[in-house]
């Protein structure tokens, strides 16, 4: 089946500090790509969808300002957390749907804000 | 507005004996219904989904699932289980607005197997 990577897979940074995570389809292309957020023993909030080539639609409630998302190619989303602060740190997962719609989820990305 | 509602927070099982996990949905259409698996430091794993035509749905892993619209729930199952099913099980739902792209997941269901 299809792969969807993300990097990295964990990433710890002081609080104020940006931080960059990328969304990968390695092997099919996606006009579009899911950004979603878990909390411990919580379970996956959609926070926006990136869309190739266009500005991503964010979920109420999502500051569209601190999570930064660019789909620059059709292989490749990103999202920044921008002047992040320890209530951001989370479990960060990414998904991708193929040709079939049938959606693809990296592993996930831990952050942890100090 | 779509939601998902999964009683079991967690569930513990022997192995070899039976499962179900429960799901309940609540949506005003046809849903697209789905049930995904997820392990430690794995992504989510697609077992199975349900779009149309038969109510019993066969999945990966000798998972099923049915799709019961009297009663909005969309349960898994499987007969026998393995130690390597443990892991949390999320049942998810999409709606046609949204191109059956956007999921909205229940809250999981944690299975601990037990030899």
């Known amino acids: 089946g299809a792969v969807v990577s993300q990097h990295p897979s964990w990433v710890i940074c002081k609080s104020g500090t940006s931080v960059k995570i990328e969304c990968r389809s390695l092997?099919?292309?996606?006009?579009?790509m899911f950004w979603y957020r878990q909390f411990p023993k919580q379970s996956l909030m959609l926070m926006a969808t990136?869309?190739?080539?266009?500005?991503?639609?964010?979920e109420q409630g999502v500051e569209k300002d601190k999570f930064l998302i660019n789909h620059a190619s059709l292989t490749l989303s990103t999202l920044t957390v921008t002047s992040a602060h320890p209530e951001d740190s989370s479990f960060y997962i990414c998904?991708?749907?193929?040709?079939?719609?049938?959606?693809?989820f990296g592993p996930g990305t831990r952050l942890t804000v100090t | 507005a779509q939601s998902v509602t999964q009683p079991d927070i967690h569930i513990t099982v022997s192995e070899g004996a039976s499962l179900e996990l429960r799901c309940n949905y609540s949506?005003?259409?046809?849903?697209?219904l789905f049930w995904y698996v997820q392990s430690p430091g794995q992504g989510l794993q697609l077992l199975l989904k349900?779009?149309?035509?038969?109510?019993l749905v066969q999945g990966i892993k000798g998972f099923e699932a049915e799709f019961k619209r009297s009663q909005s729930s969309f349960n898994l199952r499987k007969p026998s289980v393995h130690w390597s099913d443990a892991a949390e099980y999320f049942c998810?739902?999409?709606?046609?607005?949204?191109?059956?792209?956007?999921?909205?997941f229940g809250t999981g269901t944690r299975l601990l197997v037990s030899p």
């Open positions: 949506y005003g259409a046809t849903p697209y």
């Open positions: 998810a739902v999409a709606s046609m607005n949204t191109g059956f792209q956007k999921l909205v």
């Open positions: 990136s869309n190739e080539g266009s500005k991503a639609t964010y």
């Open positions: 092997d099919f292309q996606a006009t579009t």
């Open positions: 349900y779009f149309s035509g038969d109510t």
């Open positions: 998904s991708a749907p193929d040709s079939t719609y049938e959606q693809y």
